[in-house]
T-cell receptor, first 113, second 112 residues
Framework: EAGVVQSPRYKIIEKKQPVAFWCNPI?????LYWYLQNLGQGPELLIR????????DSQLPKDRFSAERLKGVDSTLKIQPAELGDSAVYLC???????????FGPGTRLTVL | GENVEQHPSTLSVQEGDSAVIKCTYSDSASNYFPWYKQELGKRPQLIIDIRSNVGEKKDQRIAVTLNKTAKHFSLHITETQPEDSAVYFCAALGGGSYIPTFGRGTSLIVHP
């Protein structure tokens, strides 16, 4: 069984530029999460999807961040424009059910210069 | 919202010793408590979890205990090995909220 796939693995951009991250969850997993992880800290939830519906997005800075999960499978997280403070690892995770075990992807390490 | 405190932030042990990492949570409605291991530059991976209807759970050298009254749960690793070296995160969620709250992590170093 393939795990959660994320791309790109690394991204370096200049501030004010846009950036997008892609996530392909484990097949059949209805719940998808996007997390932000700063160095030395635990993951912080940005948004949670149940199928194609965003059910928890209170932590998402909506002035610059957006996300979508078309057809309830793959998901894209976008930042526009990026700021220096956005440098972090962006993790995607999926689970079969809402309170089930979460499987994390390898993450995208974003560096904003 | 939920608040999870995790201690210690760093734990250094000799190979073969036991290691204990403790977490406290604030929301008494939380009912699911997973533990994740994250090696340097890799993804977090679930190593054990416990639900609020259980007080203890074991899986080989790893065990988790939960005290609902005191709202704390702990990870116990026995006979530690160098490959146990990693950052360990606890989390809490449930009670109608499916937003997991993670602790800040414990860096475990096992010296050969």
């Amino acid at each position: 069984e393939a795990g959660v796939v994320q791309s790109p693995r690394y991204k370096i951009i200049e501030k004010k530029q846009p950036v997008a991250f892609w996530c392909n969850p484990i097949s059949g997993h209805n719940t998808l999460y996007w997390y932000l992880q700063n160095l030395g800290q635990g993951p912080e939830l940005l948004i949670r999807y149940e199928n194609e519906e965003a059910v928890d997005d209170s932590q998402l800075p909506k002035d610059r961040f957006s996300a979508e999960r078309l057809k309830g499978v793959d998901s894209t997280l976008k930042i526009q424009p990026a700021e220096l403070g956005d440098s972090a690892v962006y993790l995607c995770a999926s689970s079969l059910v809402e309170e089930g075990e979460q499987y994390f992807g390898p993450g995208t390490r974003l560096t904003v210069l | 919202g939920e608040n999870v405190e995790q201690h210690p932030s760093t734990l250094s042990v000799q190979e073969g010793d036991s290691a204990v990492i403790k977490c406290t949570y604030s929301d008494s409605a939380s009912n699911y408590f997973p533990w994740y291991k994250q090696e340097l530059g890799k993804r977090p991976q679930l190593i054990i979890d416990i639900r609020s209807n259980v007080g203890e759970k074991k899986d080989q050298r790893i065990a988790v205990t939960l005290n609902k009254t005191a709202k704390h749960f702990s990870l116990h690793i026995t006979e530690t090995q160098p490959e146990d070296s990693a950052v360990y995160f606890c989390a809490a969620l449930g009670g109608g909220s499916y937003i997991p709250t993670f602790g800040r992590g414990t860096s475990l170093i096992v010296h050969p």
